[in-house]
């Protein structure tokens, strides 16, 4: 079973603040994503690597950073963090564009 | 529009009763993929399924390409199976998965 450790499980951060989320997985997967999910929004894409330092913009990127420092390490980086930022955040990873995702626990950020 | 449009929205059983959830889609499918979850809980992989039709145990997910279309089907409901089915489009260029809005199971014992 593919595994992917998201940390912290849940973070309170403060307006203005700076926030990192990590994502390790163990898989010797290419590609890493990260995905935020609000209630009536469902799940959007952040950001993706399909390499170790690159990273591409997804769907919702503004207000994110992304880091990608090594193949099984995968970074989410809040400079800024904003009220509107409060979600839960999932770290997932693939072998290829056109094989299954395997998803992290989450991480359930609140901004206050 | 919205790619990808899963029906019911909800949907309420009784333990026993087979479930059919649906979803459609309005562009090109690459693969589909069908997961869990249960509230605040973590996404759980059930079927990566890009055509055709796969099983385990009591569920079966059968994709048809040509008529835009993925379906889960949950035979003889525990009402363990109550949660959240989300179904995703991958797209093969980046391996995104965009994602349906979700169908809400409950069973009732």
């Known amino acids: 079973e593919a595994a992917v450790t998201q940390s912290p499980r849940s973070k309170v951060a403060v307006t203005g603040g700076k926030v990192t989320l990590s994502c390790h997985q163990t898989n010797n997967h290419d590609y890493m994503y990260w995905y935020r999910q609000d209630t009536g929004h469902g799940l959007r894409l952040i950001h993706y690597s399909y390499v170790a330092d690159s990273t591409e913009k997804g769907d919702i990127p503004d207000g994110y950073k992304a880091s990608r420092p090594s193949q099984e390490n995968f970074s989410l980086i809040l400079e800024l963090a904003s009220l509107s930022q409060t979600a839960v955040y999932f770290c997932?990873?693939?072998?290829?564009?056109?094989?299954?995702?395997?998803f992290g626990k989450g991480t359930r950020l609140t901004v206050v | 529009g919205q790619q990808v449009q899963q029906s019911p929205a909800s949907l309420v059983l009784q333990e026993g009763e087979n479930a059919e959830l649906q979803c459609n889609f309005s562009?090109?499918?690459?693969?589909m993929q069908w997961f869990y979850q249960r509230p605040g809980g973590s996404l759980v992989s059930l079927f990566y399924?890009?055509?055709g039709t796969k099983h385990s145990g009591r569920l079966t997910s059968t994709t048809v390409i040509k008529e835009r279309r993925s379906s889960l089907h949950i035979s003889s409901s525990q009402t363990t199976d109550s949660g959240t089915y989300l179904c995703?489009?991958?797209?093969?260029?980046?391996?995104?998965?965009?994602f349906g809005q979700g169908t809400k199971l409950s069973i009732k014992p």
């Open positions: 399924n890009p055509s």
């Open positions: 562009t090109s499918l690459n693969s």
């Open positions: 997932a990873s693939s072998g290829d564009s056109n094989t299954e995702v395997f």
């Open positions: 995703a489009l991958q797209n093969y260029n980046q391996g995104k998965l965009i």
